[in-house]
């Protein structure tokens, strides 16, 4: 089972999968460059538990637990490219939770690595801020 995915020989849909992953995630860099001159083009959001999120998260990242994404999505500003984020790449939140966004029309990518590549590279971290879905658009 594990040695087909190694030897698969389908070079264009590779391609595409690759050109995919570049097209519609973000790498911490670049979201902190974003955050640093254009932090007003996108809308952060942090679907991770939320003790996890008040124990820190990144700066302007407002909270929607995973399991409300689908019914508060609608609340968000769909102009703004939505950038979406959980623990780490081994949790499928932040993927499963992109595919809710972008079923409801907005632009999304999620952010590579998640919470734990950005502190890998020693980013702003944000503690014991309540921003949540409710009060999203007046940030």
Known sequence: MFSNHI???????????FEDIIS?????YTLDEVISNKVDTIRIVD???YDDYIEGHIPY??????KD?????VMLDKEK?????????????????ALKF??????????RGGFKE???????IVKNDTTDYKNADEN
């Open 7 to 17: 030897t698969t020989k389908d070079l264009s849909r590779a391609k595409k999968y």
């Open 24 to 28: 519609f995630t973000i790498g911490p």
């Open 47 to 49: 679907v991770r538990d």
């Open 61 to 66: 990242a407002i909270h929607i637990p995973y």
């Open 69 to 73: 994404v689908k019914d508060h999505a």
């Open 81 to 97: 490219v939505t950038v979406v984020y959980t623990y780490s790449d081994s949790c499928p939140r932040a993927y499963n939770s």
């Open 102 to 111: 972008v079923d409801n029309h907005f632009p999304t990518v999620v952010l």
């Open 118 to 124: 950005w502190k890998k590279f020693d980013f702003d």
